[in-house]
């Protein structure tokens, strides 16, 4: 992609995602739109995403229909490993992805993503990836996230300049998305799966009616987790409205 090629730049909006869901009919697919700073920034299970001015990356990606085989339900895989092997780019240490799809340095958590639908008459209209990446907030603005929270800055020691982590993450996802259209999702969901590291590893997820614990046995190849309790039974649980804790 070159500079600005299909990217919105805004120096304040209440949410990207909300403005690539406000504007989907006007939007050409494949727009990246990024803002310096939102006054609504939404995270997933509706928790605010701190998004001060100037410091961090804040970018929404709009798809629209026909997706040419790229299943739009695999975005929020795309995008969470777009934003591991950027941050790694970097020499960024210990990352991981901690299931769903959120990107962890050790227990804090460094990058988030959210995906919504807008659907019209029936009919898929629009899909919106929402990427943000802590870059260069200090301590201060970390302290002020409810969850123990890092920043790629922080982990180096330098600043980041937010464009240019733009240009590396809208590489990543581009082309992720064209090798799900040539090939299938195996191969990107299987560099997913190893980022994730959570393979074997005990956990918690809550969310459901009664909460699962055990050991992860495997991801399905749509997202779910499998998981084997201390009584050997195996749960398949699907993403949406959960929390995993490592155990
Ligand atoms: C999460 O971890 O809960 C998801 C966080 C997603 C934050 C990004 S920042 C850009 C886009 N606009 C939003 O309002 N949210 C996403």
Redesign the pocket.
């Known amino acids: 992609m070159h500079p600005d090629d299909g990217i919105i730049y805004l120096a304040e909006v209440d949410?990207?995602?909300s403005y690539c869901m406000r504007e989907a009919a006007s939007l050409a697919s494949g727009t990246f739109v990024v803002a310096d700073s939102?006054t609504a920034?939404?995270?997933?299970l509706g928790?605010v995403?701190h998004?001060p001015p100037g410091c961090n990356l804040?970018?929404?990606i709009i798809l629209k229909p026909p997706f040419q085989r790229l299943d739009p339900a695999v975005l929020p895989q795309i995008a969470s490993l777009a934003a591991y092997n950027t941050v790694r780019d970097y020499g960024v240490q210990d990352v991981w992805i901690k299931w769903p799809n959120?990107v962890y340095v050790g227990d804090c958590k460094l990058a988030?993503?959210?995906t919504e639908s807008r659907v019209v008459a029936g009919a898929v209209e629009a899909v919106v990836t929402?990427?943000?990446i802590n870059l260069n907030m200090s301590p201060a603005e970390l302290a002020v996230i409810d969850k123990p929270a890092t920043a790629v800055g922080a982990q180096l020691d330098r600043d980041i300049d937010r464009d240019d982590c733009l240009q590396r993450l809208a590489g990543y996802f581009n082309a992720a998305c064209a090798t799900c259209q040539s090939h299938g999702f195996e191969q990107i969901y299987a560099e997913w799966r190893d980022a994730s590291g959570l393979v074997g590893r005990r956990v918690s997820i809550t969310g459901t009616e009664a909460g699962v614990t055990g050991t992860v046995r495997q991801f399905a190849i749509d997202g779910s987790i499998v998981i084997v309790d201390e009584r050997g039974a195996s749960h398949t649980v699907r993403s949406g409205d959960l929390t995993l804790t490592l155990l």
């Open positions: 949410s990207t995602n939102q920034g939404r995270g997933r928790r995403w998004s804040y970018v929404s959120d988030g993503v959210l929402g990427i943000g």
